[in-house]
């Protein structure tokens, strides 16, 4: 089943799927895929990736090829607030964090990826107004910089991600935020993804401002709703996120690609059967064709 929007591709967010806890093999997410019609997976440095070493990641990625599958795009470390904060305000941490950036990296070329999807920081208590937003920022163009240098090697690109606000003025919650980065950091290989949940609660009724802010240099998606309260990862068109303007703009600008969906299908779980990821597609392909009408 295809959608409206020539060459777009929806694929799987390998840690908000389900599939981390789930444990499923390599073979039983292609079966998943291959049987609901998604075009492949973001990889994610957990689960089956995780404490792999580069020759076994390249047979993983050779066995999602083989199958017809992509792993285009790669969510790089995230969740640690101090290994993974590439905005880090100590110096001997932050060099620490590229190492570690750097490292999965190598390990998302191996699998097959040419982007890399990044958090501008992954402290959820600063704000930048109080911490200094030229400071703050001054700490993640390093990193941001270095990554851009490695990745040359391998023409892989990075794609900063916006944010949730937290308790308020989070790195990356603000579109001017995103722009900073951008701006100081102008490389080739350098992109934004946006993250529609994280838009709706950081902005409400003006969520799509994220996508307008960014749109020039959008280079990956990840696709959730919510109710505008909290980062719900709720499948598409089960919140309140604008998905008739969103596919709409999309289409004007013929974007083609994939396009990772990060949530779970909105089903009977947590070990989602094939039947529930079917039901998912199907409702996407859906929301598309409702909102293009």
């Not at 998302?108 to 400071?135: C, M, Q, W, Y």
Request: proline share 3%.
């Amino acid at each position: 089943m295809k959608n409206n929007i020539q060459n777009l591709r929806f694929v799987i967010a390998y840690n908000t799927s389900g599939f981390a806890g789930s444990k499923k093999s390599v073979e039983e997410i292609i079966d998943i895929c291959k049987a609901s019609g998604f075009y492949g997976l973001e990889g994610d440095s957990t689960g089956i990736f995780l404490n792999k070493s580069l020759t076994e990641l390249q047979k993983m990625g050779e066995q999602f090829k083989a199958a017809g599958l992509s792993i285009n795009t790669f969510h790089l470390p995230y969740k640690d607030p101090v290994l993974d904060d590439i905005a880090t305000l100590y110096e001997t941490d932050r060099i620490k964090v590229e190492d570690r950036m750097k490292s999965w990296m190598e390990k998302a070329v191996a699998v097959g990826s040419t982007i890399g999807i990044v958090h501008p920081t992954t402290r959820k208590g600063f704000n930048v107004d109080i911490e200094g937003l030229d400071r703050i920022c001054g700490q993640a163009n390093k990193t941001i910089q270095t990554m851009l240098r490695f990745g040359e090697q391998f023409g892989f690109k990075i794609a900063l991600e916006n944010m949730l606000p937290y308790t308020g003025g989070r790195l990356g919650c603000k579109n001017e935020h995103m722009l900073k980065l951008y701006e100081e950091n102008k490389h080739p290989n350098l992109g934004f993804c946006l993250d529609t949940g994280h838009s709706l609660v950081a902005h409400g009724v003006n969520a799509m401002s994220a996508y307008f802010a960014m749109k020039d240099h959008l280079i990956a998606f990840h696709l959730a709703d919510n109710g505008g309260d909290r980062d719900s990862h709720l499948q598409p068109g089960k919140g309140n996120y604008f998905w008739k303007e969103f596919f709409t703009e999309l289409n004007k600008e013929g974007f083609t690609g994939n396009v990772c969906v990060e949530t779970p299908p909105f089903a009977f779980g947590p070990d989602y059967s094939k039947e529930a990821w079917v039901k998912m597609f199907a409702e996407l392909n859906e929301l598309v064709n409702k909102s293009l009408a």
